[in-house]
C-alpha cells in the first residue's frame, strides 16, 4: 500500500512562514520524483513544486519562485515544502504526490499517489 502523508499546515499571517511535511512509504519515495501541489476553494488543483529523485533538479512556479523551497531526505523518505513570505493567495489544502515514470513535473495528470491534504491559511 502506497502512501503519502502531509503534515504542517496551519494558520499564519501573511509575510510568515510555514514547513509542510510528506512523509511517505520507502517503495514510493525511493524511486519517484515528489510533487507539491494547491487546491484553492473553487479552484483546481495547481503546481507549485517539484523535486527529482536525487534532489538535485527543482521546480517550482513562478508565483511561489523565491519563496518557497522543496526539499527531500531520502533517509527520511521525507520531502519538504518551505513556504515564506507567505500571502492570502496562497491559501489552499496543500498536497504531496508522487511522480510516476515520465510526464511533466508541474502536470497533475504526471502524478501516482497522492496524499490526503494540509490546510494552509493565511491571514491578511
Known amino acids: 500500500q502506497v502512501q503519502l502523508v502531509e503534515s504542517g499546515g496551519g494558520l499564519v499571517q501573511a509575510g510568515g512562514s510555514l514547513r509542510l511535511s510528506c512523509a511517505a512509504s520507502?517503495?514510493?519515495?525511493?524511486?519517484?520524483?515528489m510533487g507539491w501541489f494547491r487546491q484553492a476553494p473553487g479552484k483546481g488543483r495547481e503546481f507549485v513544486a517539484a523535486?527529482?529523485?536525487?534532489?538535485?533538479?527543482?521546480y517550482y512556479a513562478d508565483s511561489v519562485k523565491g519563496r518557497f523551497t522543496i526539499s527531500r531526505d531520502n533517509a527520511k523518505n521525507t520531502v519538504y515544502l518551505e513556504m515564506n513570505s507567505l500571502k492570502p493567495e496562497d491559501m489552499a489544502v496543500y498536497y504531496c504526490?508522487?511522480?510516476?515514470?515520465?510526464?511533466?513535473?508541474?502536470?497533475?495528470?504526471?502524478?501516482?499517489?497522492w496524499g490526503q491534504g494540509t490546510q494552509v491559511t493565511v491571514s491578511s
Open positions: 504526490a508522487a511522480r510516476g515514470l515520465s510526464g511533466s513535473y508541474s502536470t497533475v495528470g504526471s502524478y501516482d499517489y
Open positions: 520507502r517503495r514510493t519515495f525511493s524511486n519517484n520524483g
Open positions: 523535486i527529482s529523485v536525487s534532489g538535485r533538479s527543482k
